[in-house]
């Protein structure tokens, strides 16, 4: 059975997820086997697609949820977050 991981987490950048953002996180989602999905506002995003993530318009503020599952679970979670938390590098 394949691990599920699941995370709140919340924009914390002034410009919020607009392109650079969402490519960081997309280049990070693609480096594991587990599924990554980004839900905000009753929207679902695949983290591994850049036009999903942009079509969730997720402002400074905005709690997502994160959830990952597959065999790397624990670590895509981990490298999703750590994009979060060092604000996308801007």
Request: aromatic share 4%; hydrophobic share 45%.
């Amino acid at each position: 059975m394949d691990e599920v991981q699941e995370k709140i987490i919340r924009v914390s950048n002034s410009l919020g997820i607009h392109a650079r953002p969402a490519g960081k996180i997309s280049q990070e989602a693609q480096r594991y086997q587990a599924q990554v999905i980004l839900k905000a506002n009753e929207m679902e995003a695949d983290a591994k697609s850049i036009l999903d993530i942009l079509a969730l318009a997720a402002p400074q503020g905005t709690e997502l949820v994160i959830r990952t599952q597959g065999p790397d679970a624990a670590q895509a979670m981990q490298g999703v977050i750590k994009i979060f938390d060092d604000l996308f590098g801007e």
